[in-house]
């Protein structure tokens, strides 16, 4: 297997635009995570879904913030409208059994947003 | 809520030394997570522990539930072992991971 595929690698974007980042799981994992990374806070979880339903979304920081996890092999994350306080490296995680079990991480999404 | 504690943030050693990051969390947990972040960014996983110790090559970790603490060893470290060495831990049930801030490790030649 390829491993957890995040796309893009690198987005840089102005204020105000709306950024989508997406990932692709390792075939037949059943939960998936979304993760931000800044110097200030270090990692923090924002959502994850199990079998593509949202479980725990209390991470993400405000309305602006969305996920989608339309099937098993495809997961979105979005910023409408996006802001300076945003710039982070993003990484999508996914794992056989829960948050209890080895998470493999995507390469992360290096977000600037001017 | 868990706060996640790790010693040393930072940590420049020799080539060949044995290094010790210490991680303490301040509730109950079912398993505790150990990350290795590289300097170009990727996050392994190296271990998950719910009791006991687990060895992988050179890496060694612990993890004292009644103490609330765990320990990643590195037997004769090498300049390859430089990275962000991350501790989480999960408390169980929907809640996801609670991540530490890192130890920065350096080993030099």
């Known amino acids: 297997d390829a491993g957890v595929i995040q796309s893009p690698r690198h987005e840089v974007t102005e204020m105000g635009q709306e950024v989508t980042l997406r990932c692709k799981p390792i075939s037949g994992h059943d939960y998936l995570f979304w993760y931000r990374q800044t110097m200030m806070r270090g990692l923090e979880l924002l959502i994850y879904?199990?079998?593509?339903?949202?479980?725990?979304d209390s991470g993400m920081p405000e309305d602006r913030f969305s996920a989608k996890m339309p099937n098993a092999s495809f997961s979105t994350l979005k910023i409408q409208p996006s802001e300076p306080r945003d710039s982070a490296v993003y990484f999508c995680?996914?794992?056989?059994?829960?948050?209890?079990?080895?998470?493999?991480f995507g390469a992360g999404t290096r977000l600037s947003v001017l | 809520k868990n706060e996640v504690e790790q010693s040393p943030q930072n940590l420049t050693a020799q080539e060949g030394e044995f290094i010790t990051i210490n991680c303490s969390y301040s509730v109950g947990i079912s398993a505790l997570h150990w990350l290795q972040q590289h300097p170009g960014g990727g996050i392994v996983s190296l271990f998950m522990l719910s009791s006991g110790k687990k060895k992988h090559g050179r890496l060694i970790a612990t993890i004292n539930i009644q103490e609330k603490h765990s320990s990643l060893h590195i037997t004769a470290s090498h300049p390859r072992d430089s990275a962000v060495y991350i501790c989480a831990v999960f408390v169980g049930g929907a809640d996801g991971l609670t991540f530490g801030k890192g130890t920065h490790l350096i080993i030099q030649p």
């Open positions: 879904f199990n079998n593509n339903v949202p479980i725990d």
């Open positions: 995680a996914s794992s056989l059994g829960g948050q209890g079990n080895i998470q493999y």
